[in-house]
């Protein structure tokens, strides 16, 4: 601000002097003046001059063709991008039946009542942690890698970095999918954690994934040698983001040639700061189902997404799930049958084929037998009461006999 007024002119003292007389003496008055619009909108219209007198304002020659995928392909082929940076949140791992956490109904936040929490976020609370650990443990017991598989979205991750393209994935997301789907741990940051990893909080001893995940599927609170409390390395409310993230966002975002940010809300800070430090010039993609509109009061005060589709510039928005922006992406890129092929085997959502049946051809081994279907056990339970029956004549027999098998 303090640049933005030195760089303005400011009429001499005088000339504003000269002006107030010249109005006064004319009969002016400015409390006849018809209201310019609302309150509100009169500050919007400051804060958007503001915006412009700080070189804030999404401004300049257009960077795509078209605002669309298709000017983002053709940006790409042209501008041959090898620095791809992806961004991404809790919409990347929904269709892995991972619920995200704001989403009305459906989200964590929306269904953690059974916890009995003081708050639905107190659960990734520290200070709640270290009274009560259990709720947190047994929410990640449903949440635990392994549970889930990648999604389309996690494989065209995957297939950028494949295809040479990736500079880096940096995902607020802690369910390890992006490993699980083949991205190299040197191009992954994990901004808010990970299972991957877990340190005692009281004498930062480290522990196996395998011993926390045994402990935790037991339903037991995974406790250290010096007694303290195993937290997996997620970052909770009142925690600092891991080193990593700091060293390689100051090291990654000036080398961006393109930004696609995929399945997030851009709520978090300071992981939603990141979109800002990209080149003005470089594309920015958001994959996401709700378009999130663009406040300058917020952008100002360091809140909000801070994408600006209006200008049509650079910002693109394609709307839908991650799943289907991404296979869109893919196929515009002539990618389909790479991402496909991924699919398939990452995701396992393929439809199973149909075996064509063969002929014996004479001998040959007999077939294994095929193992019998599951009996329920009522079933079971009456069909021995039947032959001990009938084999006793004693109805009391039946009973006993059945009762034990039951």
Known sequence: PAAAAAST????????????????SSGEDEADEEPKGSLAEQAMDYMKELMASLSVSDSGDKVLETNDLDGVV????EKQCKNIIVMSGAGLSTSAGIPDFRSPGTGLYDNLQKYNLPTPMSIFEMGYFHENPRPFFTLAKELYP????PTPGHCFVRLLQDKGVLLRAYTQNIDTLERRAGVEPNKLVEAHGSFATAHCLSCRKEHSEEWVRDMVFADKIPHCECSGVVKPDIVFFGEGLPKRFFQLMDRDFPQCDLLIVMGTSLQVQPFASLIREVGPDVPRILINREKPEFDISSFLMGSGSGFNFETGRRDVFVGGTCDDGCRLFAEKLG????LKALEDALCRTAEPQEEPEEEEEAGEAAPEPEVAAAVPAAVVVEAVKEVVATASGDATDAEAAAAAVA
Not at 74 to 77: D, L
């Open 74 to 77: 053709k940006y790409i082929q």
């Open 146 to 149: 392994g549970n889930f598989n």
């Open 335 to 338: 990618w389909a049958a790479d």
């Open 9 to 24: 002119p400011v009429p001499p003292v005088s000339d504003a002097k000269e002006k107030e007389a010249d109005s006064l």
